[in-house]
């Protein structure tokens, strides 16, 4: 009878109704291999192409080097946003009140407000490559592009999470296909003959490209798990929840990376354009058409988990407020406006712009995805007591840990000697020759700190009533 009823749901639900709330198990569906799809389609945009383009014309790599650093970067990056996916169809909330468990309801507004930053600056970058690929291929100009991007994403924003899942699974294979056939045109003869042979290797082009690939994947950690926490725990596993998760977003961002590094080389200062050049008028038309349509409707997961974290944030002082399918319009509109304006701003100068959204964003959430694993998975083993994340006053887990609060500051701080970046190079990594290693001593130092810390609050800490929803995750 529960299947039939959750069956019954899936098709007269068009519009989602739900925010932060808890999903009850009678509204669960899905398949884990629903999460390859995403993510793997969330990744073929042009903004993918253009941060692989930095490895030769900011780090100042080689192509070989280039396929390295991205390599690393995205294997490690990857494994740690894919353990936040498998959180949640063991806990049903997203990530973002999930933390409420970590930081307690008020200090998690620390990550929340930084997370909502984020998901600005790069909805933000996506509608201006949006609507760069969109002018080449028709006589729209950027602005009206970033407009008409910005639109349709907030359209299925508003829909939601079913439809973008929906979205994922379309625009993987159709898509996807335009982007591998157009990789393997590039690279069996579209590229200069001395396309190996430039660019070279430095240790600090290196790491930084290192960390570019990493930060990729660990920008995505503050909402993976939204995109899995309607699943079926019994259906949606750890692993396969984790496996899948972590094939599609690293597979569907090495493709364009690869692409993006290949296209610098060929001494590209516009990415956009150039690869249209170079694949010739019909390849290179049907893709930019494919990056504008993947944009304007992937591009609606950024403005998706902003909504969701500006309703946490109203909802950690009105803790009974939880807006249905107008509040998440109305909310959706407010900070598409933002973005629209943000982008028309700095697409001028957009590469120095997101180069640096990327450094401040490897800075900050690096500390907040150590803490959560460490406690999700060392500490407490997925055990969470799930109601009281909506509770005035905290519940079990307080308005203010001010334990995990401290380890995140330190973390942040034990960076800053280890930066390199346009805004500030720190002592140490002037002495590396300027080669920003920051994000390493964030997770050296957050790790250990804050298992020692909270493990001795927990054996601390009486016996408490069994938590409402035990969902028993094994040990990492």
């Not at 959560?372 to 500490?379: E, K, R, S």
Request: proline share 4%; charged share 10%; net charge neutral.
């Amino acid at each position: 009878m529960e299947s039939e009823h959750v069956e019954r749901n899936e098709h007269v639900e068009r519009i989602e109704h739900r925010t932060i709330d808890v999903v009850p198990a009678t509204e669960r569906h899905g398949r884990t291999r629903d999460l390859f799809t995403i993510w793997f389609s969330a990744n073929l945009g042009p903004l993918t192409v253009v941060t692989g383009a930095l490895a030769p014309t900011a780090f100042g790599l080689s192509f070989y080097w280039s396929l390295a650093a991205l390599l690393v970067g995205h294997l490690g990056g990857g494994f740690l946003m894919a353990l936040h996916s498998a959180q949640g169809p063991q806990l049903g909330v997203p990530q973002m009140i999930q933390s409420r468990g970590q930081f307690g309801s008020v200090g998690a507004l620390a990550v929340v407000l930084v997370v909502l930053g984020m998901y600005q600056g790069l909805f933000a970058s996506n509608l201006v490559v949006g609507a760069q690929s969109l002018a080449q291929v028709t006589p729209v100009g950027e602005s009206a592009g970033v407009l008409l991007c910005a639109v349709i994403s907030l359209a299925v924003a508003v829909v939601g999470y079913r439809l973008m899942h929906r979205i994922g699974a379309w625009t993987t294979w159709a898509f996807g296909a335009i982007q591998v056939i157009g990789a393997v045109y590039l690279f069996a003869g579209g590229l200069p003959s001395d396309f190996l042979t430039s660019g070279g290797f430095s240790l600090a082009g290196f790491l930084g490209m290192v960390s570019v690939g990493a930060l990729w994947q660990i920008a995505y950690a503050p909402y993976v798990s939204d995109y899995s926490r309607y699943m079926p725990a019994h259906r949606a596993g750890v692993r396969s929840t984790l496996w899948c998760t972590y094939a599609g977003c690293v597979l569907g961002s090495a493709i364009p990376m690869v692409v993006g590094a290949a296209i610098g080389i060929a001494g590209a200062g516009d990415p956009i354009s150039a690869l249209n050049h170079l694949l010739g008028s019909a390849l290179g038309q049907l893709t930019l058409w494919s990056f504008a349509l993947v944009t304007m409707l992937t591009n609606s997961m950024n403005l998706y988990g902003a909504v969701l974290c500006a309703v946490t944030a109203v909802q950690t002082f009105a803790h009974r407020w939880l807006p249905r399918a107008t509040g998440r319009a109305v909310l959706g509109a407010v900070l598409t406006a933002l973005s629209v304006v943000l982008a028309l701003a700095l697409a001028d100068s957009f590469m120095d712009n997101y180069l640096n959204l990327i450094y401040v964003l490897q800075y900050v959430l690096i500390p907040w995805t150590a803490i959560n694993l460490v406690d999700f998975y060392l500490i407490r083993h997925g055990d969470y007591d799930v109601a009281s994340f909506f509770a005035k006053d905290g519940g079990a887990y307080g308005r203010w840990n001010w334990t995990a609060l401290a380890v995140y500051a330190i973390g942040i701080l034990a960076e800053i000697p280890f930066m390199a970046q346009s805004l500030y190079t720190g002592p140490v990594a002037h002495s590396l020759g300027d080669t920003d290693i920051g994000w390493i001593a964030g997770l050296v130092v957050t790790v250990p700190l804050y298992w020692l810390l909270a493990s001795r609050g927990a054996r601390r800490r009486p016996s408490t009533p069994a938590p409402t929803t035990t969902t028993g995750v094994p040990a990492a």
